[in-house]
């Protein structure tokens, strides 16, 4: 079974607050996840290699640590995962990203997959996931399947809030993918929308609707 990672630092939760909000406008509403993604990066990058160097120093030669170049590679689910990409990058500049374009259909609640585009070596990269919302969980798991189809080998999910049913939903069906989350709500309402939540990430980021 993955691990599930409720980052509790204040930081998080005070700008998770403010994504809350509904009087939060785009502009502070995208400012606002993009900042939190990029607190995020930090846990989520926590367990990356490290190797020893030497380095000289003014004073003297150390033995000191730099990342072993694993490769990173950042997978959102458009559109609203794409609020999350830049706040990511900013501390992992060099990886590369890929795109999955899915929407779930508002009667059915199911995923339909309209775009899929990577990186060429997915399978030797550890995939970041991004996605604001885990609700039912069908978008994040029908995303991390396509990329497992495509042979990649590690995944990991990174959302911004989930209800108990999307958690459910992955580690029963991708025990292998652990997953970073600011909060859990309380559960999903009649039209699949995460209570209390946000609303719709995606009209909030893009100031749709
Ligand atoms: C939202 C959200 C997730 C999905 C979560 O996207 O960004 O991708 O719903 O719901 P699920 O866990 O029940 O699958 P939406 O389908 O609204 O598309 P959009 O980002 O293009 O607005
Ligand atoms: N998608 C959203 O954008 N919000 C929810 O609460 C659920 C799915």
Redesign the pocket.
């Known amino acids: 079974m993955g691990n599930v990672f409720v980052l509790d630092h204040p930081l998080i939760q005070h700008k998770i607050t403010y994504i809350r909000k509904t009087e939060t406008g785009t502009k502070d509403f995208r400012e606002l996840v993009d900042e939190v993604s990029g607190l995020m990066a930090y846990e989520i990058t926590r367990d990356l290699p490290l190797t020893e160097v030497e380095v000289e120093t003014p004073v003297a030669k150390t033995k000191t640590k730099v990342l072993s170049g694993k490769k990173i590679g950042i997978v959102p ?5 794409l609020g999350m990409v830049d706040g990511v990058l900013r501390h992992i500049p060099t990886a590369k990203v890929g795109h999955v ?4 259909d508002p009667k059915t ?1 199911m ?1 339909v997959e309209y775009y899929f585009k990577m990186p060429k070596d997915i399978s030797e990269r550890e995939l970041i996931v991004v ?12 995303a991390i399947q396509s990329l497992k189809k495509r042979d990649a080998k590690k995944i990991k999910l990174m959302c911004l809030i989930a ?1 108990p049913e ?1 958690v459910d ?1 992955i580690q029963k069906e991708h025990p292998d993918v652990d997953i970073y989350l600011a909060g859990i709500d309380e559960k ?1 309402d009649e039209k ?1 929308y995460i209570v209390p939540g946000l609303g ?4 909030r980021l893009f100031g ?1 609707k």
């Open positions: 689910i458009l559109r609203a995962g374009g899915l929407y779930r609640l995923p996605d604001p919302m885990l609700a039912t969980g069908g978008s994040a798991a029908d209800a999307g939903h999903l699949g719709d990430a995606g009209d749709t």
